[in-house]
């Protein structure tokens, strides 16, 4: 009777690798069976060919630097989200349709700076949250237009006790050090972001906005709003609210034009919005 062969994890690739095709992503489980850790550094880069990383579903480890540039075709990171250490630099620049970083959810260290730069749809660092500070050595984050909320944990302890140099030019929001860290004092530090998505509508609105959400669960809620300074202009009371889709007006006739953070504190975490009064 044969014995079933018991194929345990390895590292692979001293060299590093390099991918500029989706082939390549997809073949890699193929050529490198049971690689979880990749020893040398990890590029990719694609101006129109990737579109996800699925095949790099495997990898928890990276001992180089992992480094995303000028892949223009790939929204989101899904494929990586059992990375959870990265030896050297993390680095994403100019891919123009990256959206968000939230498969990065189970990483907790690097070993170098890290950069996030061009990205112009990136609206949001969820998935970095779980970093440890004290492994980022300079911080780079510059000319992402569409990113406005910087606030998550990781960032607002490193800015809290960095380690190396620092560049924040974002959208209003997250364009200086001194903003985030004056929104770091209210939300981010104790916070997780939540996957609930907030909507505020119409927005750009005059007088009032309507504000909706959907909770999975029974929870206690709480809306507060931030000028793009971080003070609190409102806070709502706590309250209970059932599973489901909720709305509710907010009316600001009184507040000046201007940019407006809403974020919803549920039992899920933090969501934030956006909003524009003209």
């Given at each position: 009777?044969?014995?079933?062969?018991?194929?345990?994890?390895?590292?692979?690739?001293?060299?590093?690798?390099?991918?500029?095709r989706q082939t390549q992503v997809d073949s890699f489980p193929i050529l490198y069976p049971n690689c979880t850790e990749?020893?040398?550094?990890?590029?990719?880069?694609?101006?129109?060919?990737?579109?996800?990383?699925?095949?790099?579903?495997?990898?928890?480890?990276?001992?180089?630097?992992?480094?995303?540039?000028?892949?223009?075709?790939?929204?989101?990171?899904?494929?990586?989200?059992?990375?959870?250490?990265?030896?050297?630099?993390?680095?994403?620049?100019?891919?123009?349709?990256?959206?968000?970083?939230?498969?990065?959810?189970?990483?907790?260290?690097?070993?170098?700076?890290?950069?996030?730069?061009?990205?112009?749809?990136?609206?949001?660092?969820?998935?970095?949250?779980?970093?440890?500070?004290?492994?980022?050595?300079?911080?780079?984050?510059?000319?992402?237009?569409?990113?406005?909320?910087?606030?998550?944990?990781?960032?607002?302890?490193?800015?809290?006790?960095?380690?190396?140099?620092?560049?924040?030019?974002?959208?209003?929001?997250?364009?200086?050090?001194?903003?985030?860290?004056?929104?770091?004092?209210?939300?981010?530090?104790?916070?997780?972001?939540?996957?609930?998505?907030?909507?505020?509508?119409?927005?750009?609105?005059?007088?009032?906005?309507?504000?909706e959400y959907e909770l999975k669960e029974i929870s206690s809620i709480q809306f507060t709003v931030y000028n793009v300074?971080?003070?609190?202009?409102?806070?709502?009371?706590?309250?209970?609210?059932?599973?489901?889709?909720?709305?509710?007006?907010?009316?600001?006739?009184?507040?000046?034009?201007?940019?407006?953070?809403?974020?919803?504190?549920?039992?899920?975490?933090?969501?934030?919005?956006?909003?524009?009064?003209?």
């Open positions: 009777m044969l014995t079933p062969q018991i194929l345990l994890a390895q590292s692979c690739l001293p060299e590093g690798i390099r991918f500029i990749i020893e040398g550094n990890v590029e990719i880069t694609s101006t129109n060919d990737i579109v996800n990383l699925h095949g790099l579903n495997a990898v928890t480890a990276i001992g180089g630097e992992l480094l995303m540039v000028d892949c223009n075709t790939l929204q989101s990171l899904n494929g990586l989200n059992n990375l959870q250490s990265i030896d050297g630099a993390l680095s994403f620049v100019s891919n123009d349709n990256l959206i968000n970083l939230t498969a990065l959810q189970n990483l907790k260290s690097i070993g170098g700076h890290l950069t996030v730069s061009w990205n112009y749809r990136l609206k949001s660092l969820s998935g970095l949250d779980s970093i440890d500070a004290e492994t980022i050595d300079n911080l780079h984050m510059i000319y992402n237009d569409s990113l406005s909320w910087c606030a998550i944990l990781s960032i607002c302890e490193y800015l809290a006790n960095p380690n190396g140099n620092i560049l924040l030019s974002n959208s209003i929001g997250c364009e200086s050090v001194e903003v985030v860290e004056e929104f770091c004092s209210h939300v981010g530090i104790s916070e997780k972001i939540s996957e609930t998505q907030l909507l505020a509508y119409p927005n750009p609105f005059s007088a009032s906005t309507t504000i300074i971080g003070e609190v202009v409102y806070t709502s009371e706590d309250r209970m609210m059932p599973q489901g889709r909720h709305t509710f007006t907010w009316s600001c006739e009184s507040l000046p034009e201007g940019m407006y953070y809403g974020v919803l504190r549920s039992e899920e975490g933090a969501s934030v919005v956006k909003m524009i009064k003209q």
